[in-house]
């Protein structure tokens, strides 16, 4: 098997993050007769910086024709004072909307010698296995909006197909894990949200009745995440409900920095990132978590290129160094961390053993 991959470094602790999980894949290609062909574009800040735009058209293009991206982060205070439009985040949202990526999944696991990375009690992360299914494409974040001297809106819309293709994205997963999703709007104030609660009801009902459905609101799913996150199976939700309760999720695992994602779409490349942002405030530091990237690369390998026992080998590798004591700073609880580069290396290491 061969495979074009094309990596988006992006801004802040992205080159670093990303850099990690790049040797990582390619332990795992050597390892498991992946042949990888990979190649560095430019998204975000650093390719405003460059070519004056967020998503240069090159990028655009080297994407369509790879077999999936891996990307870093982008965003920071560098460009805050550049156009709406010409902001890092502005990439990040338009290559999504060009790829048609509409379904982003987020794993969140717990691991029982991370208990005392999370702020919560151990006897609440038992157990913990989700996978949150983000809408990606659409919502409050690509809606119509304006902003005056004195006053700005931003607007929340959704069609039936916009929902329907992710609670169906959501269902199947459900199906090949413990076969129930929690469908989370806000239905008791939104119309959009009392659409996708419709439109839920319906399809569970005629598609997929051996999957069961549950709906939440969203200032509820927020309470139970933190009170019985183990109850959760498959989560479904809008775009900007699924941003907000990921992070919320994050600290189940223990820190932002552990979380992978996939950004997926009816077919064609996947876009795999860590769930994290750019962190300037570390940046070049060496000090990075670089396992939501490394895991990204796993889901890639699993998503994309139908390698499943090249992916399960990647997070076995990165369990395996969690368990025996690799911690960078964020998890590290009082205990010595290592670096970006050493974490990542040390993942490699166990790959090719």
Same mark, same amino acid.
């Given at each position: 098997?061969?495979?074009?991959?094309? &990596? +988006?470094? @992006?801004?802040?602790? =992205? !080159?670093?993050?990303?850099?990690?999980? /790049?040797?990582?894949?390619?332990? %795992? #290609?050597?390892?498991?007769?992946?042949?990888?062909?990979?190649?560095?574009?430019?998204?975000?800040?650093?390719?405003?910086?460059?070519?004056?735009?967020?998503?240069?058209?090159?990028?655009?293009?080297?994407?369509?024709?790879?077999?999936? &991206? +891996?990307? @870093?982060?982008?965003? =920071? !205070?560098?460009?805050?004072?550049?156009? /709406?439009?010409?902001?890092?985040? %502005? #990439?990040?949202?338009?290559?999504?909307?060009?790829?048609?990526?509409?379904?982003?999944?987020?794993?969140?696991?717990?691991?029982?010698?991370?208990?005392?990375?999370s702020p919560l009690k151990p006897e609440k992360?038992?157990?913990?296995?989700?996978?949150?299914?983000?809408?990606?494409? =659409?919502?409050?974040?690509?809606?119509?909006?304006?902003?005056?001297?004195?006053? %700005?809106?931003?607007?929340?819309?959704?069609?039936?197909?916009?929902?329907?293709?992710?609670?169906?994205?959501?269902?199947?997963?459900?199906?090949?894990?413990?076969?129930?999703?929690?469908?989370?709007?806000?239905?008791?104030?939104?119309?959009?949200?009392?659409?996708?609660?419709?439109?839920?009801?319906?399809?569970?009902?005629?598609?997929?009745?051996?999957?069961?459905?549950?709906?939440?609101?969203?200032?509820?799913?927020?309470?139970?995440?933190?009170?019985?996150?183990?109850?959760?199976?498959?989560?479904?939700?809008?775009?900007?409900?699924?941003?907000?309760?990921?992070?919320?999720?994050?600290?189940?695992?223990?820190?932002?920095?552990?979380?992978?994602?996939?950004?997926?779409?009816?077919?064609?490349?996947?876009?795999?990132?860590?769930?994290?942002?750019?962190?300037?405030?570390?940046?070049?530091?060496?000090?990075?978590?670089?396992?939501?990237?490394?895991?990204?690369?796993?889901?890639?390998?699993?998503?994309?290129?139908?390698?499943?026992?090249?992916?399960?080998?990647?997070?076995?590798?990165?369990?395996?160094?969690?368990?025996?004591?690799?911690?960078?700073?964020?998890?590290?609880?009082?205990?010595?961390?290592?670096?970006?580069?050493?974490?990542?290396?040390?993942?490699?290491?166990?790959?090719?053993?």
């Open positions: 098997m061969s495979a074009r991959i094309v &990596v +988006l470094p @992006g801004d802040g602790v =992205g !080159p670093e993050v990303t850099t990690a999980a /790049v040797e990582v894949l390619r332990a %795992a #290609g050597d390892r498991f007769g992946i042949e990888l062909r990979i190649e560095e574009a430019l998204i975000g800040g650093a390719a405003y910086d460059v070519a004056g735009s967020p998503l240069p058209d090159e990028t655009l293009a080297a994407c369509r024709e790879a077999d999936a &991206v +891996l990307l @870093g982060a982008v965003g =920071g !205070p560098n460009w805050a004072n550049v156009p /709406v439009d010409k902001r890092p985040e %502005a #990439g990040l949202l338009a290559i999504r909307k060009a790829l048609g990526l509409f379904a982003n999944l987020r794993p969140v696991r717990t691991l029982p010698f991370l208990a005392d990375a992360l038992a157990n913990v296995d989700i996978m949150v299914v983000r809408e990606l494409t =659409g919502g409050i974040y690509f809606g119509k909006r304006q902003r005056t001297e004195k006053a %700005a809106f931003d607007t929340c819309e959704y069609t039936v197909e916009e929902i329907e293709r992710v609670l169906r994205a959501a269902a199947k997963l459900a199906r090949a894990r413990r076969g129930k999703v929690t469908s989370v709007d806000k239905a008791n104030v939104l119309d959009t949200s009392r659409l996708w609660r419709d439109t839920a009801t319906r399809i569970f009902a005629d598609e997929f009745p051996d999957v069961t459905l549950e709906h939440l609101l969203v200032d509820a799913a927020a309470m139970h995440l933190l009170s019985r996150p183990a109850d959760f199976d498959v989560i479904v939700t809008e775009n900007m409900f699924g941003d907000i309760l990921t992070d919320e999720a994050s600290m189940l695992a223990g820190s932002m920095g552990l979380l992978p994602s996939a950004s997926l779409g009816e077919s064609g490349v996947g876009l795999y990132e860590p769930i994290h942002g750019s962190a300037p405030d570390i940046a070049g530091q060496d000090v990075a978590n670089p396992c939501g990237a490394i895991l990204s690369a796993a889901m890639l390998l699993r998503h994309s290129l139908g390698a499943e026992d090249a992916a399960a080998a990647v997070e076995r590798a990165v369990i395996e160094c969690l368990e025996a004591g690799l911690r960078t700073r964020d998890i590290a609880a009082g205990k010595d961390a290592v670096g970006t580069r050493a974490f990542g290396a040390a993942v490699a290491d166990r790959l090719r053993a």
